[in-house]
């Protein structure tokens, strides 16, 4: 079975960069018929969580919110089996738990899949952007 481990959460400064990393292990492409669909999310507390990024198998297909838009940049090595979330331009309001997600529906476009659809999850990394 898939299991996805962040890691590359940290504190930092405004303006700070930090790039997270989500590794996946189990995987089998036999199995899966393609790479997975993979989300970034995040959930800081007493809120809900909220979708970051997404991106296709391929690297093609990339999404991204719009209070994130221009300063996160979302990739993928698939021979490494990691999507990476490189955030430049830190804000305090980044403050969250980011989670990276994998799911097995096909689709042409990332952003078609909602959070319900992703079944594997991983355990979460801290992000704290504080002067």
């Known amino acids: 079975q898939l299991q996805l481990v962040e890691s590359g959460g940290g504190l930092v400064q405004p303006g700070g960069t930090l790039r997270l990393s989500c590794v996946a292990s189990?995987?089998?492409?036999?199995?899966?018929?393609?790479?997975?669909?993979v989300g970034w999310f995040r959930q800081a507390p007493g809120k809900a969580r909220e979708s970051v990024s997404c991106?296709?198998?391929?690297?093609?297909?990339?999404n991204y919110a719009g209070s994130v838009k221009g300063r996160f940049t979302v990739s993928r090595d698939n021979d490494k089996n990691t999507v990476y979330l490189q955030m430049n331009s830190l804000k305090p309001e980044d403050t969250a738990t980011y989670f990276c997600?994998?799911?097995?529906?096909?689709?042409?476009?990332?952003?078609?899949?909602?959070?319900?659809?992703?079944?594997?999850w991983g355990q979460g990394a801290q992000v704290t952007v504080s002067s």
């Open positions: 997600a994998a799911t097995t529906v096909r689709a042409e476009v990332c952003s078609m899949i909602s959070e319900f659809e992703y079944r594997y």
């Open positions: 991106v296709s198998p391929s690297g093609a297909s990339i």
């Open positions: 189990g995987f089998s492409l036999e199995d899966f018929q393609d790479y997975p669909i």
